[in-house]
């Protein structure tokens, strides 16, 4: 950076911290912040000052939070807050939000309680009739479809897949024909798993996005027909390497349509079939895979093939 646009950026870092400074932070709150998902220039003043301000900082792991702070310069008190243990720390955080203290809370990484524990915590706050302050940042779902390209107005946050493939494969059919756009997140571990079930139970044109390592030095951002991503991620062995977050396209209203008459049809047969007699006969009515059809059918009736 030549130095004249250094010293404008820095000009202008000074004069937004100014204003932060005449900016309100009540005693007696929570201040749910976001935190970096991975480039710490992603920090925001506000979010700043509320950890410079907060007695305490409620955090799902104290070693990773610790990091982040002293990166920070910010040396505050950890309450660990994990999902085993949140009612036990929401009454705590509200004993000293009751005294007047600020405190803050946040995940690993991103805005908490989005696929993180939290929420109890925040719901305890809220029924004890205390202050909750966002302290608005960078979540990777919203990142992820700012620069997917996918169009709609809506989406559909599922976060983390069950760890076994069938009950992955339910979750995926449940939402198979939704109209919205389909955000996951998965761990490297499981990535090349989910994605080879996603690739069976979505239409092989449905275009998947699939975000690695958003903000940090090694991001990958690519899109690509679901039925092409599991070669895709194959072909290099860094393609399964860090965090994931992964986005299906909707599925258009012809789909709908198309689902409702294998409704219609399906429980016109299961009046006088089985489960698995009425998959077969609707899959040859509608053109529609059995096994689809079957796991609509289970979802139906009571009765078992």
């Given at each position: 950076?030549?130095?004249?646009a250094?010293a404008t950026f820095?000009?202008?870092i000074?004069?937004?911290?100014a ?6 932070f009540p ?5 749910v912040v976001?935190t ?6 992603d920090?925001?003043?506000r979010?700043?000052?509320?950890l410079?301000?907060?007695?305490a ?9 610790g990091?982040?702070l002293?990166?920070?310069d910010?040396d505050k008190?950890l309450?660990s807050?994990?999902?085993h243990?949140e ?6 955080i ?7 203290e600020r405190?803050?809370l946040v995940s690993?990484?991103g805005t908490?309680?989005i696929?993180?524990p939290?929420?109890r915590i925040v ?5 004890a009739?205390l202050r909750i302050?966002p302290?608005?940042?960078i979540s ?8 997917s390209g996918?169009i709609?107005?809506q ?13 992955r494969?339910t979750?995926?059919?449940s939402v198979?024909?939704s109209l919205a756009t389909?955000?996951?997140y998965?761990a490297?571990?499981r ?5 080879a079930?996603?690739?069976?139970v979505?239409?092989p044109?449905?275009q998947?996005?699939i975000?690695?390592e958003l903000?940090?030095v090694f ?6 027909p679901?039925?092409e991503a599991?070669?895709?991620?194959a ?8 965090e994931?977050?992964v ?5 258009n209203a ?5 689902l409702?008459?294998a409704?219609?049809?399906l429980d ?7 489960v698995?007699?009425a998959?077969?006969?609707a ?6 895979k059995?096994?689809?059809l079957?796991d609509?059918a289970?979802?139906?009736t009571?009765r078992s093939?």
């Amino acid at each position: 950076m030549d130095p004249s646009a250094n010293a404008t950026f820095i000009a202008r870092i000074t004069a937004l911290a100014a204003e932060i400074e005449q900016q309100s932070f009540p005693d007696g709150a929570l201040y749910v912040v976001a935190t970096p998902i991975g480039n710490m220039g992603d920090i925001s003043l506000r979010a700043l000052k509320a950890l410079s301000l907060c007695s305490a900082i409620a955090c799902e792991d104290t070693r990773k939070t610790g990091q982040l702070l002293a990166r920070l310069d910010i040396d505050k008190p950890l309450l660990s807050a994990h999902q085993h243990n949140e009612r036990e720390v929401a009454e705590k955080i509200i004993h000293r939000l009751k005294a007047g203290e600020r405190v803050a809370l946040v995940s690993d990484a991103g805005t908490p309680t989005i696929s993180d524990p939290g929420a109890r915590i925040v719901d305890a706050v809220i029924t004890a009739g205390l202050r909750i302050i966002p302290i608005a940042g960078i979540s990777a779902a919203v990142a992820a479809l700012s620069v997917s390209g996918l169009i709609g107005d809506q989406f559909y946050f599922v976060g983390f897949l069950p760890a076994r493939e069938k009950q992955r494969e339910t979750v995926l059919r449940s939402v198979q024909y939704s109209l919205a756009t389909l955000v996951f997140y998965e761990a490297p571990h499981r990535i090349a798993d989910t994605i080879a079930v996603m690739a069976r139970v979505f239409e092989p044109s449905r275009q998947v996005v699939i975000g690695r390592e958003l903000s940090k030095v090694f991001e990958q951002i690519h899109r690509c027909p679901v039925s092409e991503a599991p070669q895709w991620l194959a072909s290099d062995s860094n393609h399964q390497r860090g965090e994931f977050v992964v986005l299906i396209e909707a599925a258009n209203a012809g789909d709908n349509d198309r689902l409702d008459d294998a409704i219609r049809v399906l429980d016109i047969l299961l009046e006088a079939c089985s489960v698995s007699q009425a998959a077969a006969l609707a899959s040859r009515i509608t053109g529609m895979k059995k096994n689809q059809l079957y796991d609509l059918a289970l979802t139906r009736t009571p009765r078992s093939s």
